[in-house]
């Protein structure tokens, strides 16, 4: 058996493959620098025009553009009215900003548990935690594979409430052949570096609500506006205006948003090959014994984020953090998403309680993410593979 990297071995690579990474080119840079020389920087016309372009992608009519993901999830609770004494359903096995946006608003997060074969919020247990107070549901589309939102608007229908839905994974994802982006009151996206298309820092959330979209305009730029339509005073002068709410700074820039449109063209391409490594990797994996690879529902389009595998500890000498510390040695940028929510300090010391959500819980024990990101070559997916089983028979019971 090869000598692992770990124990003093030659490494699969000789240079560290990243689990995510931007692909930029020469056009994308063009057109911020174009940008760069334009008049404006910040709220010109490149913001419309990446809006218009987003909003017909996911097929939806109201786009806003914002500093990134998370404010966009800010304002999405904004928008729904979220507010102290509020529960907000959403799912442990995410970013923690999914669950943060509600605490913003102060409203409490409850944590439904996930379903075992999707790693998605369990549509069953988002009933079972529904309560009097309960406001709104922030499912998250993890690892790409939306989740089930026929079942999820159905229980939000039954019991009155708003769906926020966190598409950070999602942009291009389908559910029964449509875009995510359209099927829920707002969905939120992220343009950090990681995710299918880059801004650097940057957000969107969209909607099919004017009035969810009028909001969302406001908090984004402090609560302000020249609308004469919703100002008090309709008969100031051009120099008028009003805050009617207290919002943020959440703009984002023309720069970004020129890398915005210039990366969207690219969308396409960039789901193609995410999805053929996906292929990859199920064809080269599945014959590794000792993991469990992502299940996907017959009616969904992933749009691969994520490539999360689950190892199957029983098989194994050592636990996961030997693997993934072995994977790491071999010079692959293997990676854990997500340490449920409610482990942070942060949670614990506001009062929430290990053993919440016990399918979350195991899962989180058992999944290592491997690199995906539409710039990887052949090569390096291979040496993802070979270095998989390379580690995976050296512990093998
Ligand atoms: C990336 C991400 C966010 C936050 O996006 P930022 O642009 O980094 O603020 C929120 N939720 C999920 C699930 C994410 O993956």
Redesign the pocket.
Known sequence: MTKLAINGGTPVRDTYLPYGQQWIEDDDIEEVVKALKSDYLTTGPKIKEFEEKFGKYVGVKYAVAIS???AA?HGASFAAGIKEGDEVITTPI??A??ANCILYQGGKPVFADIDSSTYNIDPKDIEEKISSKTKAIVP?DFTGQPVNIDEINAIAKKYNLIVIE?G??SLGAEYKGKRIGSLVDMTTF???PV?HITTG?G?MITTNNKELYEKLKLFRTHGITRDKEILYNKNESSWYYEQLELGYNYRITDIQCALGISQLNKIDKFLRRRREIAEKYNEYLKDIDGIVLPYQEEYIKSSWHLYVIQLELEKFKVGRREIFEALQAENIGVNVHYIPVYYHPYYQKLGYKKGLCPNAEKLYERIITIPLYPKMTDKDVKDVVEALDKVLKYYKR
């Open positions: 990134n993901g998370t999830l995410t970013f900003a999914s998250v966190d950070a994974h992220s343009f950090h995710k820092e957000g």
